[in-house]
């Protein structure tokens, strides 16, 4: 298989030659057959998005969630150019957790697809504030201290694959679980929490390493200075997951956040809750009654309120949001979406970039300055071509 575009970062048209799951070759000549792409079309390595709940109406923490619908899941993302994602399993009981993370596994071993695109789990609470606002739409009755024979039996179901947990540094417990996670190398971040500064300094020297989807997951009013996320931005040890949908964080927040945090430190992700993709409505019903609501643009809120309930654009439009609202072109933004989540998550010998003898994962677009999103071309992952608009 051959694919034909500009890599970002480079205007000069190239020839990339697949060979089986690995990049073979990068050529300036013309094309030897028939390829994928064209002059007019952007290469960049896989699009990678560390926070996925769900999509098309599935979510991976629901009751009668089925391995099918798991595999179904890769076929929503790869229409937006996503190729590889960390499926994120949310605050529930310790019963719907780990089924659902058995599922995830099972699908991993069944679906070449979710083998090749899950580049591990994403555990989101239930180690989080009970309080409001911290706690988001997170269900109160699920969130609990840390519990690391519980967190076992999690990963065990996971079939070892929780490779980010989110959680709350101030709970009980919550060092000593940090210290013991990260010495197993996976990658504890911050979220949903009320922290004190001294709090998050004290989780980073317990091995914290990042700040999930930083400014949100927070009081609605919090202390001029010091509070929890100036600390955050300031302490560069700290990857920050950030948002950029437009909707979770104001346009002159997010710029000052990626002026604070640097293109190096920044992995953008969408935060995606299961309704994204569907038409514009209102959907199922919250803990509390009445449902989601999907507006037009993209705004996901309980139904009849102003609050967010969660995220539902993907990241073809978090990518153009992040060079219209901040000082990143198209570049910055690219490598925010692919060879940073490749660094945090230790994947750079083999994903993050479009090079010789890395893995044939690549998102093909086309995308002008002005334009609201990326328009996917084609999607592959592999080696094999798993989208073509």
């Not at 890599?7 to 070759?25: A, E, F, N, Q, Y």
């Not at 911290?134 to 609990?144: D, I, Q, S, Y």
């Not at 980073?204 to 100036?230: D, E, F, K, Q």
């Not at 309704?275 to 803990?287: E, F, R």
Request: glycine share 12%.
């Amino acid at each position: 298989m051959q694919v034909r575009g500009r890599i970002v970062g480079s205007d000069m048209p190239v020839t990339i030659t697949l060979d089986g799951d690995r990049i073979g070759s990068i050529s300036p000549n013309g094309l030897a057959g028939d390829a994928i792409g064209g002059d007019d079309v952007w290469v960049s390595a896989g699009i990678c998005d560390v926070q996925v709940n769900g999509v098309g109406g599935i979510s991976y923490k629901a009751k009668d969630l089925t391995v099918e619908q798991v595999v179904e899941t890769t076929e929503w993302m790869y229409k937006v150019g996503t190729a590889k994602w960390c499926p994120t399993v949310t605050t529930s009981s310790a019963e719907d957790a780990t089924q659902g993370l058995r599922l995830l596994a099972q699908a991993c071993d069944e679906s070449d697809n979710a083998r090749a695109s899950f580049c591990g789990f994403h555990v989101e609470g239930p180690y989080i504030a009970s309080e409001e606002g911290p706690r988001g739409a997170h269900p109160l009755e699920h969130t609990r201290d840390p519990d690391w024979d519980e967190f076992q039996r999690y990963q065990d179901a996971a079939g070892g694959r929780i490779v980010i947990f989110t959680l709350a540094p101030e709970r009980d417990g919550a060092l000593e679980f940090i210290e013991k996670a990260a010495a197993t190398g996976i990658i504890v971040s911050i979220g949903h929490s009320a922290a004190t500064p001294e709090q998050i300094q004290d989780a980073v020297s317990a091995g914290a390493r990042m700040s999930t989807h930083l400014g949100n997951g927070a009081h609605a009013m919090i202390p001029r200075h010091p509070n929890y996320i100036w600390e955050q931005l300031a302490i560069d040890d700290l990857w920050a997951g950030v948002i950029p949908d437009s909707h979770h964080l104001p346009p002159s927040v997010l710029k000052s956040f990626y002026r604070a945090k640097r293109r190096n430190n920044i992995c953008i992700v969408s935060d995606i809750a299961s309704v994204a993709g569907l038409p514009p409505g209102v959907y199922g019903n919250t803990v509390g009654g009445g449902g989601v609501e999907l507006a037009e643009n993209g705004r996901l809120s309980l139904a009849g309120t102003p609050y967010l309930a969660g995220a539902a654009l993907f990241l073809d439009t978090g990518i153009a949001n992040m060079v219209t609202y901040t000082d990143a072109d198209l570049a910055d933004a690219i490598q925010m979406a692919t060879e940073n989540p490749a660094k945090l998550l230790g994947l750079t010998d083999t994903a993050g970039s479009v090079d010789e003898g890395k893995e044939a994962t690549l998102s093909l677009f086309r995308w002008k300055e002005g334009d609201s999103k990326i328009e996917t071309v084609a999607t592959i992952v592999a080696g094999k071509a798993v989208y073509q608009a």
